[in-house]
């Protein structure tokens, strides 16, 4: 994730206001999915629902089911995010299990990776590459100048992971004209701008044999499937602080002379507290720009952790120090120690040995979602007189508690980097890969 805000900052009231957009994705609740087309087909993100399976081939039953309790898991999300200038379908799934004796355990939240070869699409993109290796060689023949001036400023704002963009989630992607050679004929056919269309159209005829009316997967819990769009994260920058001319500023009383001036206002991110969890504080702070996220996607980004815990050690341990001195003639100051993203402790793709990299990570607010969503499907089936019943026994507390919900504050999923398809069944036409899955449980 890169450094979002910046601390110099124009005092100007016209900047104050603008915001900067990131790299992240945010996935968010979109309305009831009822059309049964958009149902079965996997090219549409959806929260809850049942899985619209994406390879020919069915996958087990058993990938949804809890590893503590062995009982299959309602999905949480399904995400389709292709990568871009890849001849392969992809979709991610994510189960997750609301048994309360399975919460805080891992292997009660499991992700796969989905991949299908798109005939029709490898097709273009071999006929693009060819295309853009004949202007390279052209343009590597005549010396020309720079197009652009590069020390001009750059109006175009930073592409999301692999210039996905709204193609994330099933979103047409923004095409983009290729620069034409001189005195070559124009294509008559823009492979850019129907290539998400063609690849959606080719993925739904697929779907058609492959429906899960008569499989396991449609008697399996779910909850009410809900559309997941996607729109940029944008973050407001701090304000500048502006002292009046006027105003007389005093150093505030000094409690350790022999240790100088306080210095606890020097708050860095993710430095130890023995007051505040910082990175919780953090986290709150940067979700409240966009409350009802469900998803956050960033392929190979850095995720936002959650809480001071071990998966935050793991993944932001502290760096090397030499040892402290034991003597006052070595007496130094020490600087604070600032944390850094790794990915050193996360396990390879078992398949390729491939090294693993963040993708996306599963926010609170989807609890509350998939929470709303079942309690509005369960009052719409009640009559007039049930509802009163369910409200008397509320109030005469004859209801027992809910043993049921999901407990985690954040689920990273983490996948192979090479997005490796090696399969016994299809070799490397399509694949169904279990993926890493990070939780940090909310306290």
Same mark, same amino acid.
């Not at 991610?92 to 991949?115: E, H, M």
């Not at 499937?225 to 001319?245: A, D, F, N, V």
């Not at 929470?371 to 049930?386: H, I, M, N, W, Y």
């Given at each position: 994730?890169?450094?979002?805000?910046?601390?110099?900052?124009?005092?100007?009231?016209?900047?104050?206001?603008?915001?900067?957009?990131?790299?992240?994705?945010?996935?968010?609740?979109?309305?009831?999915?009822?059309?049964?087309?958009?149902?079965?087909?996997?090219?549409?993100?959806?929260?809850?629902?049942?899985?619209?399976?994406?390879?020919?081939?069915?996958?087990?039953?058993?990938?949804?089911?809890?590893?503590?309790?062995?009982?299959?898991?309602?999905?949480?999300?399904?995400?389709?995010?292709?990568?871009?200038?890849?001849?392969?379908?992809?979709?991610?799934?994510?189960?997750?299990?609301?048994?309360?004796?399975?919460?805080?355990?891992?292997?009660?939240?499991?992700?796969?990776?989905?991949?299908?070869?798109?005939?029709?699409?490898?097709?273009?993109?071999?006929?693009?590459?060819?295309?853009?290796?004949?202007?390279?060689?052209?343009?590597?023949?005549?010396?020309?100048?720079?197009?652009?001036?590069?020390?001009?400023?750059?109006?175009?704002?930073?592409?999301?992971?692999?210039?996905?963009?709204?193609?994330?989630?099933?979103?047409?992607?923004?095409?983009?004209?290729?620069?034409?050679?001189?005195?070559?004929?124009?294509?008559?056919?823009?492979?850019?701008?129907?290539?998400?269309?063609?690849?959606?159209?080719?993925?739904?005829?697929?779907?058609?044999?492959?429906?899960?009316?008569?499989?396991?997967?449609? %008697?399996?819990?779910?909850? +009410?499937?809900?559309?997941? @769009?996607?729109?940029?994260?944008?973050? /407001? $920058?701090? !304000?500048?602080? =502006?002292?009046?001319?006027?105003?007389?500023?005093?150093?505030?009383?000094?409690?350790?002379?022999?240790?100088?001036?306080?210095?606890?206002?020097?708050?860095?991110?993710?430095?130890?507290?023995?007051?505040?969890?910082?990175?919780?504080?953090?986290?709150?702070?940067?979700?409240?720009?966009?409350?009802?996220?469900?998803?956050?996607?960033?392929?190979?980004?850095?995720?936002?952790?959650?809480?001071?815990?071990?998966?935050?050690?793991?993944?932001?341990?502290?760096?090397?120090?030499?040892?402290?001195?034991?003597?006052?003639? %070595?007496?130094?100051?020490? +600087?604070?120690?600032?944390? @850094?993203?790794?990915?050193?402790?996360? /396990? $390879?793709? !078992?398949?390729? =040995?491939?090294?693993?990299?963040?993708?996306?990570?599963?926010?609170?607010?989807?609890?509350?979602?998939?929470?709303?969503?079942?309690?509005?499907?369960?009052?719409?089936?009640?009559?007039?007189?049930?509802?009163?019943?369910?409200?008397?026994?509320?109030?005469?507390?004859?209801?027992?508690?809910?043993?049921?919900?999901?407990?985690?504050?954040?689920?990273?999923?983490?996948?192979?980097?090479?997005?490796?398809?090696?399969?016994?069944?299809?070799?490397?036409?399509?694949?169904?890969?279990?993926?890493?899955?990070?939780?940090?449980?909310?306290?």
């Amino acid at each position: 994730m890169p450094s979002i805000v910046d601390d110099d900052w124009s005092d100007s009231d016209d900047e104050i206001g603008a915001e900067v957009e990131t790299a992240v994705l945010l996935g968010v609740p979109d309305g009831i999915m009822e059309t049964e087309t958009d149902i079965k087909d996997a090219a549409v993100s959806r929260i809850g629902g049942h899985p619209a399976i994406l390879p020919s081939r069915e996958p087990p039953f058993s990938s949804s089911q809890c590893k503590i309790c062995s009982y299959p898991m309602e999905l949480l999300v399904q995400v389709w995010c292709p990568v871009e200038d890849s001849p392969m379908d992809r979709a991610l799934y994510i189960w997750g299990c609301s048994r309360s004796a399975c919460q805080r355990k891992d292997g009660s939240v499991r992700a796969w990776r989905a991949l299908r070869h798109n005939a029709e699409y490898a097709a273009k993109l071999a006929k693009k590459l060819a295309k853009k290796q004949a202007q390279q060689k052209a343009s590597s023949s005549v010396k020309t100048a720079p197009a652009t001036n590069p020390f001009a400023m750059q109006a175009k704002s930073t592409p999301g992971p692999f210039g996905l963009g709204d193609h994330v989630f099933g979103q047409p992607a923004p095409t983009v004209a290729a620069p034409a050679i001189e005195d070559e004929p124009e294509d008559t056919c823009d492979t850019e701008s129907v290539t998400s269309e063609s690849s959606a159209h080719s993925l739904i005829i697929a779907m058609a044999s492959t429906t899960i009316d008569d499989s396991p997967w449609q %008697a399996a819990p779910s909850f +009410p499937p809900l559309y997941l @769009s996607t729109t940029s994260e944008y973050l /407001p $920058p701090p !304000p500048k602080t =502006k002292i009046s001319q006027s105003a007389h500023i005093e150093d505030p009383p000094d409690e350790y002379p022999k240790d100088g001036k306080d210095v606890s206002w020097a708050f860095e991110p993710y430095e130890n507290s023995l007051e505040v969890d910082g990175v919780f504080d953090r986290f709150t702070k940067r979700v409240s720009h966009t409350g009802e996220q469900c998803l956050r996607y960033e392929l190979k980004g850095i995720p936002l952790p959650f809480s001071s815990d071990k998966v935050f050690d793991r993944l932001f341990p502290f760096p090397p120090q030499d040892p402290l001195p034991v003597t006052k003639a %070595a007496f130094k100051v020490i +600087p604070t120690v600032r944390r @850094s993203y790794s990915t050193t402790s996360i /396990p $390879p793709c !078992p398949t390729c =040995k491939a090294a693993r990299v963040f993708e996306c990570q599963l926010m609170p607010n989807l609890i509350n979602v998939l929470r709303a969503s079942v309690k509005d499907e369960d009052t719409q089936k009640l009559t007039d007189e049930q509802r009163m019943k369910v409200v008397q026994e509320v109030l005469q507390k004859k209801l027992s508690s809910d043993k049921r919900g999901m407990e985690w504050g954040t689920c990273m999923i983490f996948s192979c980097e090479k997005d490796c398809c090696l399969d016994d069944y299809s070799g490397d036409k399509e694949c169904w890969r279990e993926e890493l899955v990070l939780v940090q449980w909310d306290d």
